[in-house]
């Protein structure tokens, strides 16, 4: 059953003008592309919205295929970031991009009267001409212009692995450590429900590396009325195969459920099917209402007891969705939202001494973010039109801002999983997804066959039988004499690409000189470096550091570059100390 709502946030990519289009007054100044210029289907070009770049904007998005499409002439191809200036009179919208015909993830516009801009994520333009398409979604929107310049290299990030919790068990700092350590080089794969797992191991061949499971049938008030949660047996026995668990809690509300037709007792987690008011339970710690609160978390708190005495991490992912509205959590707004999840992690780690937990946030807004002392890993969950497996890069990069770049970043749900060649190629480096149940992984339509298992055959994507002993400290991806090094390619076109290279030291004492070696795969050959002393001998390169990068204290990094010849990739490395 799809429990959450087809409503997530989402940018992913677009082109680059090269003219700067004359402004109206109050209107930013830049290379706009205008979107009055384009071919419009169902929609009008209108200017009595004052503000507005060019000879107008763009409206009418009221029927699902109302589109507006731009042609981007003569670029020379790359990596781009898209601006797009919008208004938003009515209210918060989405719109769906495309470019050249394939989708591009969705966009969405906060609410306002005036016109105003957004960052929407990267486009990889080809040589020559290329198309953006703006289709409706949920519409009533405008749509002025949009900008694109060339993307600069994405700066290594700053995750260290360490997790919030001070007295966190040590099977929970060792899985939080082989996330960090394998952060930016592969992406681990997941499914949620036992039913969908088993369905992909049966279909695919191959299980995910997490497994993904539901509190929903503990909460009390559904126990009450006969439930029996089995998620947490399962939780336990894929962990005993050496699987990592993810767990969500869809939380029935505690009281005030409706329970009439289209608004039955199992929906109590939906707004629109309970009468409970957060913001007035939490307002009064002597109400009725706040008691049933801590009743459920306290239930709550011993089904993740029986992970904890079983030795279980678990990457904890509460209140879900919180901003979207549709879950009673978030229905009071992000203050009240923000208050109960920081009232559970009090209850649950304080009170409950539960440790195994990682917390995983699940908003993107940075207005309802509970803070970075209790929260290890931010994420999304993103669900794209049909066939649209883009990377989600623009929500990546709204996650890594709302973290600092010290958080890691994962897809808490997925219905179209993102292609692992589009998330390397722009650089959106998820730690794992998480695969939504039933149709969306099995009708063959939302993720078609052919395409899962290329996923789950992917040298980019981690499953269930490459994950090693995790539990461990340090026994996730160890170093190879204290330095670590990952490649990732910055820029590619037709016979060369552009490679950066990041050498960690991984190890507790400061290490002095590096030295990185790889292999070329057929055809390739490197062009130029710099930052490093390089050198090739057949297909072997190795690369030193050079007399002002050699010294690098305990998690600390420094990095190289080089311009390659042939079709990029991503080799492993191996990295030594001096």
């Known amino acids: 059953m799809r429990i959450p709502l087809l409503v997530s946030l989402m940018a992913a990519t677009l082109a680059v003008p090269q003219a700067v289009i004359p402004a109206a007054a109050g209107a930013a100044v830049g290379p706009w592309l205008e979107a009055e210029d384009g071919v419009l289907s169902g929609t009008v070009v209108e200017s009595s919205l004052q503000g507005f770049s060019g000879r107008g904007y763009v409206t009418g998005f009221d029927q699902p295929a109302d589109k507006v499409t731009v042609t981007i002439p003569s670029s020379a191809g790359g990596l781009h970031d898209l601006t797009i200036r919008y208004a938003a009179p009515y209210g918060a919208k989405t719109a769906s991009l495309s470019l050249n015909g ?19 994520g990267k486009a990889l333009l080809t040589p020559g001409d290329n198309t953006l398409t703006i289709t409706n979604n949920w519409g009533w929107y405008l749509i002025d212009a949009i900008r694109v310049v060339p993307s600069a290299p994405r700066p290594p990030h700053q995750v260290t692995g360490a997790l919030t919790d001070p007295a966190a068990t040590v099977e929970a700092k060792g899985l939080m450590r082989y996330l960090a350590d394998n952060y930016g080089k592969t992406t681990l794969s997941g499914q949620q429900d036992q039913a969908s797992i088993d369905w992909v191991e049966r279909n695919i061949g191959k299980a995910p590396a997490v497994g993904g499971y ?17 998620d947490v047996d399962h939780a336990l026995a894929y962990d005993a195969r050496g699987g990592i668990v993810t767990m969500v809690w869809h939380w029935n509300a505690p009281s005030g459920l409706i329970d009439q037709p289209g608004k039955e007792w199992w929906r109590g987690f939906y707004t629109d099917a309970t009468t409970f008011d957060l913001a007035a339970a939490l307002a009064d710690p002597n109400s009725t209402d706040y008691g049933l609160l801590i009743r459920d978390m306290d239930a709550i708190a011993v089904q993740l007891k029986r992970l904890a005495d079983s030795k279980v991490p678990v990457l904890w992912r509460p209140l879900h969705e919180a901003e979207g509205g549709w879950f009673w959590w978030g229905a009071k707004g992000p203050g009240p939202a923000r208050q109960l999840w920081r009232l559970l992690h009090d209850r649950l780690v304080d009170h409950h001494g539960l440790h195994n937990l990682i917390w995983v946030w699940n908003s993107v807004s940075p207005d309802w973010y509970p803070g970075d002392d209790v929260v290890d890993v931010v994420s999304a969950d993103v669900y794209l039109p049909q066939g649209d497996h883009s990377a989600a890069d623009g929500t990546y990069d709204r996650l890594v801002q709302l973290g600092g770049d010290r958080k890691l970043v994962a897809l808490g749900e997925v219905g179209s999983i993102p292609d692992p060649d589009l998330v390397r190629v722009y650089e959106a480096r998820w730690s794992w997804f998480v695969t939504w149940s039933g149709g969306f992984i099995q009708d063959g339509v939302v993720n078609p066959r052919d395409f899962l298992q290329r996923v789950y055959h992917h040298a980019n994507v981690i499953t269930l039988d490459e994950l090693p002993e995790f539990k461990e400290p340090g026994t996730g991806n160890p170093p190879a004499d204290g330095c670590t090094a990952t490649l990732r390619v910055v820029n590619q076109w037709g016979g060369g690409f552009q490679a950066e290279v990041t050498v960690k030291n991984a190890s507790t ?13 057929a055809g390739q050959g490197v062009q130029h470096a710099w930052n490093t002393d390089l050198s090739t001998a057949g297909s072997t390169v190795t690369a030193k550091n050079a007399s002002w990068n050699g010294n690098i204290r305990p998690g600390e990094t420094t990095s190289f570059g080089f311009i390659g010849t042939g079709t990029a990739s991503t080799p492993t490395m191996t990295c030594a100390s001096a």
């Open 509 to 521: 004492s400061a290490i002095t000189g590096w030295q990185v070696r790889w292999t070329l795969t």
């Open 102 to 120: 394939s989708g591009l993830g969705d966009v969405a516009f906060p609410a306002g009267s005036a016109f105003a801009e957004i960052p929407a």
């Open 214 to 230: 539901d509190l929903m049938d503990y909460s009390p008030s559904r126990v009450e009325r006969g439930t029996t949660g089995r």
